[in-house]
């Protein structure tokens, strides 16, 4: 099998068209290529007049090394990778009988969904422990609460719950994170095992979107306890024993008083999980702070940005609701970029406590709705909230706790007509603009909704913006404060291992450690932690057995 990049071909190509290409590429007769197999396709918008769709395709020939001898100069063909091998340190009996403690795995996010997954596949009967309720119970209270027929629940919203902050996104699948491949196409996998559309394996950016998200979460779920896991939802971590002088791990407790005995913890808990932070921090955990984003989302309607971006192609169905990526140095010093943008979306409200404003975008897997909204974010290290390693919290709450006031203190979001922003007056009305952020939104002015530095960097960049992407200035383009929850604002640190630096037993994993980025990027963790915590266990056995 012979893998064979960039095939670039025009948007209405035939079918028959990509067979030919491929073959012109490595000098054949089309009879001699064997049934083609897609293993990636992009889109090349480079010239909106002629936009293209690039491939990478797997095909079988009979004399593979000829032929591959014959074009070892092309850097765009060479021999099919060979599958995927998954790790296997499958669990010693005391585990899969249930003569040792458990493997317990904290936060049911996708980080710790993979975690645990892993884990039961080996026979390590993971118990998995969620603060939030299962992901229909969770969807009604948050969708409940947008509309405004139920009351915040600090314990079941768009960050706490099965599925984690993923759950209500765009479900993208694509990371820039430099990480192994192979776990990501691992992540994939295992996605599409659990119900997901077989497209994400092929796409460059694929996405499940909120609902499809949904069930697949569910599907996971399954899996692992068929497998002999255990998930509990509305269970909270609020304690952790360690072992005096060593710092082992030795035990949870939970909200109810409930102790488990553990010699192994994932703490995925996600960015959100600030009582966590403060609870690890407090039993003297590693960790330190971290840079992070703060900004607004900004909102258009989806036809421009699609005319922006596909010109005279715009609603073609292979090429969809459009997206766009921007960043602009300011010359203050500041970086300004796009974040998650989410085409033919929703902004929705985003807080996990009470008394504060937070958003993010939403998107279904149709990307269907008016608007496409983005988050425009400015970068923030730990010289701009110095103190400990909690400090990055303490600032996020404080500009999410003046976003719950300027909104008007009842979960409505601050929003602005971007004329006005620009202009530095307020807004009485947002003109042609529709938010769609739910609960609601309320005219006002945004310049003391963040710091003075990024107010200007973000006023500096949406003209700059403006000329990569034309109408990204219009008039009536609604920004909505406040953007905060870009990442985790610090890391739990870990050494080789990926245990924490000074607490054996305790691996901080995923968005909320400080080591992932989004869907994959915390499956891709999941996975890897699993693999250390099965190692782990396995070690610490083998020990205990050599010293008796």
Known sequence: MIRVHQIALPLDHSPEALPKAVAKRLKLPLEALGELQLFRRSVDARHKGAI???????????????????????????????????????????????????????????????????????????????????????????????????????????????????????????????????????????????????????????????????????????????????????????????????????????????????????????????????????????????????????????????????????????????????????????????????????????TSEEGRVVTNGMSQYSRNERNANSGIVVAITPGDYPGGPLAGVDFQRELESRAFVLGGSNYKAPAQRLADFLAAKPSSDLGSGRPSYAPGVTPTDLSTALPEFAIEAIREALPAFAKQIPGFDHPDAVLTGVETRTSSPLRITRGADLQSTNTPGLFPAGEGAGFAGGILSAGIDGLRVGEAVARHLTGLLQAQQASQ
């Open 52 to 350: 293209e769709l690039v491939y990478s395709v797997d095909v079988p020939v009979a004399d593979e090394a000829a032929v591959l001898g014959k074009l070892r100069r092309d850097s765009r063909v060479m021999a099919t990778p060979d599958p995927l091998v998954r790790p296997s340190i499958p669990a010693p009996a005391a585990y899969a009988n249930g003569n040792r403690p458990r493997p317990v795995v904290v936060g049911a996010g996708p980080c710790g969904y993979f975690a645990a997954l892993f884990l039961a596949q080996q026979g390590y009967r993971p118990l998995l422990l969620e603060r939030g309720k299962p992901v229909k119970q969770r969807t009604a209270d948050t969708f409940g609460f947008w509309k405004g027929r139920l009351p915040f629940n600090p314990a079941s919203n768009a960050q706490f719950g099965e599925g984690g902050a993923g759950t209500f996104s765009d479900g993208k699948l694509y990371s820039g994170v430099k990480e192994s491949k192979r776990h990501g196409r691992w992540v994939l996998e295992e996605l599409v095992e659990s119900g997901a559309n077989p497209e994400i394996l092929v796409l460059n950016k694929p996405h499940i979107g909120t609902f499809k998200l949904v069930g697949v979460v569910r599907q996971l779920r399954q899996r692992i306890t068929d497998l002999g896991g255990e998930v509990r939802f509305e269970h909270h971590v609020t304690g952790v024993e360690l072992s005096p002088g060593t710092r082992q791990l030795k035990a949870l407790t939970l909200a109810t008083g409930e102790r488990i005995e553990t010699e192994a913890a994932v703490f995925a808990v996600g960015h959100s999980s600030r009582d966590t932070f403060a609870l690890l921090h407090g039993q003297g955990v590693a960790m330190e702070p971290k840079p992070f984003s703060i900004g607004f989302r900004i909102e258009h309607p989806q036809p421009l940005i699609d005319q922006a971006r596909w010109g005279e192609n715009a609603g073609h169905p292979i090429l969809g609701a459009a997206d766009y990526k921007l960043v602009h140095h300011a010359s203050n010093g500041r970086s300004v970029y796009s974040f998650c943008m989410c085409p033919g979306g929703l902004v929705v409200g985003a």
